[in-house]
């Protein structure tokens, strides 16, 4: 079907747009998340796009926490909203685009900040 790729394209798209190095990994260390980021906030990141019923392995739920715990950002994305909003790109209380600030992304239109969450 290739709708795995199709998304993962689309996303990697949307993230460009919005100022991230995006690099997909096409490696073959288990548990690594598909697309690994830097987002103009200048925080590491690693997303994970999943399609119908794929879910997360084990070693991947692992990886996420470990990426978290090193203050990171990791989740399993289905869409191109679900990869925004797990970047902070766009704003959880008002819907809009963020855009980095003191090293954090905050939203101009509601004063929402990724720092202070
Ligand atoms: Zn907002």
Redesign the pocket.
């Known amino acids: 079907m290739g709708s795995h790729t199709n998304l993962k394209r689309r996303v990697m798209v949307a993230l460009r747009k919005a100022g991230c190095l995006v690099t997909s990994y096409n490696g073959s260390i288990a548990g690594v998340l598909d697309l690994f980021i830097c987002t103009p906030s200048g925080r590491y990141a690693e997303l994970d796009i999943k399609v119908g019923r794929d879910k997360l392995s084990k070693l991947q739920q692992h990886r996420i926490k470990t990426v978290e715990a090193s203050g990171g950002l990791a989740a399993e994305v289905r869409s191109v909203r679900d990869a925004m909003t797990a970047l902070h790109l766009t704003?959880?209380?008002?819907?809009?685009a963020?855009r980095a600030a003191s090293g954090c992304m905050e939203?101009?239109?509601?004063?929402?900040s990724a720092c202070e969450v």
């Open positions: 704003c959880p209380n008002c819907g809009g963020t939203c101009p239109a509601c004063g929402w």
